[in-house]
């Protein structure tokens, strides 16, 4: 399944298989959003699959956001598909809980 990424009312939800072959595309459009925006919020609700590649890209969009002083949110803890692999690098802390969008 194809990767898009998706601004809903200032959420930038992540649809689709998030894996090596479109990690350059996340890491790019994020990075250029964390030198514009001083918060952001990421949803990884409708991600159908991850890889390692794209959890060190998500590593990466943290690190940055402190670095720089920025406010990230990501969502999508519950998300089954992907839970296992933030759990094995632990970085489940980079995601924030009881926050609602809509």
């Not at 390692?52 to 720089?68: C, G, L, Q, Y």
């Not at 949110?73 to 089954?80: A, D, M, P, T, W």
Request: charged share 30%; net charge positive; glycine share 2%.
């Amino acid at each position: 399944m194809n990767l898009k990424i998706i601004n809903n009312k200032g959420v930038f939800e992540i649809h689709g298989d998030f894996v090596n072959e479109y990690t350059n595309v996340v890491a790019t459009f994020f990075n250029k959003l964390l030198d514009t925006y001083y918060e952001i919020i990421i949803c990884l609700k409708n991600v159908k699959k991850i890889d390692e590649r794209a959890i060190n890209v998500m590593k990466f969009i943290s690190d940055k956001a402190k670095r720089r002083s920025k406010t990230l949110f990501v969502l999508g803890e519950e998300n089954k598909s992907i839970n296992k692999q933030f759990e094995q690098a632990n970085l489940n802390s980079i995601f924030i809980v009881d926050y609602d969008y809509r």
